[in-house]
């Protein structure tokens, strides 16, 4: 083995969906938890983050139109980022609704295991709308988005859905552009979630 391909990082798997009766049950138990925590006010909406445009490698960038926290300091901090290109929803009447009514998705995410907070990103100029997650162990991250490939794979163009894992980086470092190398994400298309100044 020469020594430029042993210092390269192992090609990562490809992102797959979970197997669908797998997925809608950690949906629904996601939904029964969501409303637990609905209901004791421990989703939060806060705003300092909203408007912020959040730049890309691959030349795109994003604006922050909505945040959602849980009250949880996790304990293996885990990034997580989403892409997906929605179909049926075109032109800036329809992404507006689309930004707007979103926010009745919320139960689909905050009750899985190990949610912390989200960063909803409008389209960008692809119009590809990303979800930045910080998580509580990547086996959770992984997990949930597996899962979410189902309920995405009902509006999302085919072939539009991907998402990235990082354990051990929080959302808020990610921002910060501290990726570390060697994540085991070499694929040239990887700069749709690589932050940048």
């Not at 800036?92 to 905050?110: D, I, K, M, Y």
């Not at 709308?129 to 085919?158: I, K, N, Q």
């Amino acid at each position: 083995m020469s020594q430029a391909s042993a210092s390269r990082p192992a090609p990562r798997p490809a992102p797959r969906p979970a197997a669908r009766p797998e997925a809608w049950r950690a949906v629904g138990r996601c939904a029964v938890a969501s409303t637990s925590l609905l209901v004791r006010g421990r989703v939060r909406q806060p705003r300092s983050r909203v408007g912020r445009v959040v730049r890309f490698a691959d030349g795109t960038q994003g604006r922050v139109y909505r945040e959602t926290v849980v009250a949880r300091v996790p304990a293996e901090p885990c990034f997580l980022a989403v892409a997906f290109r929605l179909r049926w929803v075109h032109g800036p009447r329809g992404h507006a609704v689309f930004r707007a009514e979103s926010l009745l998705n919320t139960p689909l995410f905050v009750g899985f295991p190990g949610f912390v907070s989200k960063l909803w990103l409008a389209a960008d100029e692809r119009h590809v709308y990303r979800g930045l997650y910080e998580w509580d162990g990547a086996g959770r991250a992984e997990g949930y988005a597996r899962s979410l490939w189902r309920v995405l794979e009902l509006v999302s163009e085919r072939g539009s859905i991907d998402y990235r894992v990082v354990p051990g980086l929080t959302r808020d470092e990610a921002l910060a552009r501290l990726v570390p190398t060697g994540t085991g994400d070499a694929a040239p298309d990887d700069g749709w979630w690589r932050v940048v100044p």
